[in-house]
């Protein structure tokens, strides 16, 4: 058994020995319950600064929770201790003078000090069997114990009408089941199972949605489209402030005003993704007491594993799984701490020359308007990426349904008033470029625009590819910002902004973010990026403006009336300005 695989077993031991559910431990060592039970399913691997966390929360060295579940559990504090099994099956027998008859028992209720102890020493491999499904692990070795009939065990559940004898042991009091978040129940088509609507077991509020044969709305997300959420309460000031100080509140979203979003078959749906966000918010500013300035430092210090836990939540119920830490490609290794890698991203830095020379001849005046494309990185989710490990295919060939990086020779681009596709590209010869570069050369090599011809694929690394793998974060998080930017609330509009801008600069080899390592990612969503502000320059030129510069991400700057080509506004499609200057001219 592999470190890794003793470590699952200690965690889920620990939780059982102290009655923690996923949930409780995941807030204590702050990670999200999804994050908690793909760590323990082997999905995820628990980090060395996880370790440190478990260790400090279970007031144990490292060193012993490391040694395995029966060492651990051993050097539990006796404090933490749980008097219950998994909060339903009693173990510890508790005194009461006050009764003076037991209640009714179950199996465990009744067995001998010496078979509570088997009951309680293999729950951990029980629990890893039933996936940390407690009530299953425990019924599975009470089970296993009552095959053998040992004395004081009931190999089967009295029932309820049966009055036990009184022994002078009275067992304590049997504590209510616990009741987790769970995925929707699913039909044989993969469908969520729906019925008439009834009051979840979590919130109260009426579902339509079952998971484990109950009332629940999935995954524990019960702010719905049906509940709008209420104007978070204005904070009162501490007592120490000016009685006539008013803290803000976080401005709020009266989602029945608006059209109910679709959701998707399977998994949380966009609305309960966007009110995880807002109920974020407000909880921070509560915290803060309406400090919006204090409030955002704390959104954006956090906002790398909120957003890798809104996209753990967007994968589920999707189609593919993907892989999370691909195999080293020697492409994509960084040549040193500071240097790049061989992957060359199209980036943008041009300006047309004829206008400049124009102006160096004394004429003009060109009125020139600065454009931004809006949240250039979150439109940029719409791109193909590769799902699995990248294969490498030595033959140069080209298949639509996959994605990666290739090694080409780029075409000769011969048109002076529009910038290069291929960027600020000095260097001659083949290099390599990602998918979306690629894909944007051929569809200007084709019949529609023929403005160049086809590259030259030499190799690639690829893998089958999907434009809908980042589709659900993204509509969540477009969601949230369009609602935001509607209610004038920028603490939100800027917590979404540094979500998605952090996502795509972390998801590659970044020490800020270990839940994922795919570099190939990150490039391909900047090139995607860059190439959607090619397509926007070139419809700008193609409707008689003039371009004049392309820079950076989002910077387009043209001439002439672009109000008759692009609409103004704040949505992902629309472009807005950001300045206005003068070229030449006296």
């Avoid at 890798?308 to 593919?320: I, W």
């Avoid at 590209?425 to 050369?441: D, F, K, M, N, S």
């Avoid at 090139?527 to 910077?555: C, I, P, Y």
């Amino acid at each position: 058994m592999s470190t890794e695989d003793l470590l699952r077993l200690t965690v889920s031991a620990l939780m059982a020995r102290t009655g923690e559910t996923q949930g409780d431990l995941a807030a204590a060592v702050g990670l999200s319950q999804t994050q908690v039970s793909r760590k323990q399913k082997g999905q995820r691997n628990w980090s060395l600064d996880d370790c440190d966390r478990l260790a400090a929360h279970w007031e144990m060295p490292v060193l012993d929770l490391l040694a395995g579940p029966t060492h651990a559990a051993s050097r539990l504090p006796a404090h933490r201790v749980s008097a219950t099994l998994g909060g339903a099956q009693t173990l510890l027998a508790v005194p009461d003078p006050t009764r003076k008859q037991a209640p009714k028992a179950t199996a465990t209720d009744t067995a001998s000090p010496d078979v509570r102890d088997a009951v309680a020493q293999p729950i951990g491999n029980e629990l890893a069997r039933h996936d940390g499904n407690r009530e299953a692990a425990t019924q599975a070795v009470v089970d296993r114990a009552g095959q053998g009939s040992p004395p004081g065990v009931l190999p089967e559940r009295p029932a309820a009408d049966v009055e036990l004898p009184d022994t002078g042991r009275v067992p304590a009091p049997v504590a209510a089941p616990v009741v987790e978040p769970a995925g929707p129940d699913l039909n044989a088509d993969g469908s969520n199972v729906r019925e008439a609507p009834a009051p979840c077991v979590l919130c109260g509020h009426a579902t339509p949605y079952r998971a484990a044969g109950r009332p629940q709305h999935p995954w524990g997300l019960c702010q719905t489209a049906t509940t709008p959420v209420p104007a978070p309460a204005p904070v009162p000031a501490p007592a120490s402030a000016p009685a006539d100080v008013e803290h803000p509140a976080a401005p709020a979203v009266d989602t029945a005003l608006r059209p109910a979003r679709a959701r998707d078959d399977a998994g949380p749906g966009i609305d309960e993704l966007t009110g995880r966000i807002r109920r974020t918010v407000a909880d921070v500013l509560e915290e803060k007491a309406g400090d919006l300035e204090a409030a955002q430092t704390v959104l954006i210090r956090r906002a790398i594993p909120d957003v890798m836990a809104l996209f753990d939540l967007s994968r589920v119920g999707g189609r593919y799984e993907h892989t999370v830490f691909m195999r080293e490609v020697a492409i994509l290794q960084k040549r040193s701490q500071k240097a790049a890698d061989e992957i060359w991203e199209a980036r943008p830095k041009w300006r047309n020359e004829t206008i400049f020379q124009s102006v160096k001849k004394g004429e003009g005046p060109f009125e020139v308007t600065a454009l931004d494309a809006n949240a250039a990185y979150l439109a940029a989710f719409k791109a193909h990426l590769p799902i699995g490990r990248l294969e490498h295919d030595p033959t140069g060939s080209w298949d639509p349904k996959r994605s990666g990086v290739y090694l080409i020779t780029p075409p000769t681009w011969q048109h002076p008033d529009l910038p290069n596709p291929m960027g600020a590209r000095r260097e001659a010869g083949p290099v390599w470029v990602t998918g979306p570069t690629l894909r944007l050369l051929l569809r200007l090599a084709g019949p529609k625009y023929a403005l160049c011809g086809a590259p030259t694929i030499h190799e690639s690394y690829t893998s089958g590819s999907t434009e809908g793998l980042l589709e659900k974060l993204r509509r969540a998080l477009a969601a949230a910002r369009e609602d935001a930017i509607a209610a004038g609330d920028t603490l939100t509009t800027e917590y979404v902004k540094a979500m998605y801008a952090k996502f795509v600069s972390t998801i590659g080899q970044s020490s800020a973010n270990r839940e994922i390592c795919r570099p190939d990612w990150t490039h391909i969503l900047r090139s995607q990026a860059f190439a959607n502000l090619w397509l926007k320059a070139h419809k700008a030129h193609s409707a008689g403006l003039t371009v004049v510069r392309m820079q950076g991400t989002d910077e387009l700057h043209v001439t002439g009336d672009w109000h008759t080509v692009f609409t103004e506004g704040r949505q992902l499609t629309d472009m807005k300005a950001k300045e206005t200057y003068t070229l030449g001219g006296k």
